[in-house]
């Protein structure tokens, strides 16, 4: 497969993909998939971002001749957002279906470069590091948010996220700060293909406790995280997606 850039204007055209399995699963014909993608996006309430997400990136992820299933992951209640415990869920849905590498991706986060296989290596990957709206220029050395790929034994080795990052804001630094802590030290491509477009929406507001909740987050990694996941969720498989709705 030869790298390829994929313009702005071409995302939003509605590009042809072949039609995944029910639940958003799709396997590659031409050869047996050694390890499987599991791309998880956690969601609430961006109709519109869902549906151009979602058929962009069966196009996209077509082209890179991967197996893979898309698990959107939402929050179903009016309590901030907690980005962080809705990728511990799906991570734990997609481990429990045998999936081995964990991408996590915001959902409107669109990458523009054939060449940024969605996989996963030996270290985790920050995998957007050139943005459209930040001029494609990475905002600080340590940034580990947006989209990233990971491996579950090393999901599992860190405890995961903290479930603890109520609204916006810290839980991917959190995160960082985990994997530094088990001398993990994620990895990028280079800004070319690491290229993204962020469909446009309002900026949230940031929590106030953010930064209160990251001085101590080495204290709480064993405690807050996978080992103290509880939640009620139902699964469904839509043509698209498997949908995971989280109480
Ligand atoms: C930092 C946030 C991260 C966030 C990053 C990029 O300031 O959670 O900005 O955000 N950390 C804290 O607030 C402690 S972005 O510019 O992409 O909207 O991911």
Redesign the pocket.
């Given at each position: 497969m030869r790298n390829r850039e994929i313009s702005v204007g071409d995302v939003f055209r509605m590009q042809h993909f072949e039609k995944p399995n029910l639940g958003g699963e799709y396997i590659q014909k031409h050869c047996l998939p050694y390890k499987k993608s599991a791309i998880i996006v956690p969601y609430r309430n961006r109709k519109h971002h869902l549906h151009t997400f979602l058929n962009y990136m069966h196009y996209f992820l077509q082209q890179q001749h991967i197996s893979y299933r898309i698990f959107i992951v939402e929050q179903n209640d009016d309590y901030s957002f907690n980005r962080a415990k809705l990728l511990n869920v799906g991570a734990l849905e997609a481990v429990n279906q045998n999936y081995t590498c964990l991408i996590f991706s915001d959902v409107d986060l669109l990458p523009l470069n054939t060449g940024n296989i969605y996989a996963c290596s030996r270290l985790p990957r920050h995998m957007c590091s050139a943005i459209d709206i930040f001029r494609f220029n990475l905002?600080y050395e340590g940034?580990f948010?947006?989209v990233i790929s990971i491996r579950s034994d090393q999901f599992k080795l860190v405890n995961g996220m903290s479930n603890e990052y109520l609204g916006w804001?810290?839980?991917?630094?959190d995160f960082y700060r985990r994997l530094k802590h088990h001398n993990i030290t994620p990895y990028r491509f280079s800004p070319q293909v690491s290229k993204y477009t962020m469909l446009t929406h309002n900026k949230e507001k940031?929590s106030e406790d953010?930064?209160e909740k990251?001085e101590r987050a080495s204290d709480r990694q064993q405690i807050d995280g996978l080992t103290s996941l509880s939640y009620n969720h139902i699964v469904k498989l839509k043509s698209l997606y498997t949908h995971i709705l989280v109480k």
């Open positions: 905002p940034l948010g947006g804001g810290g839980e991917d630094d940031p953010r930064f990251l």
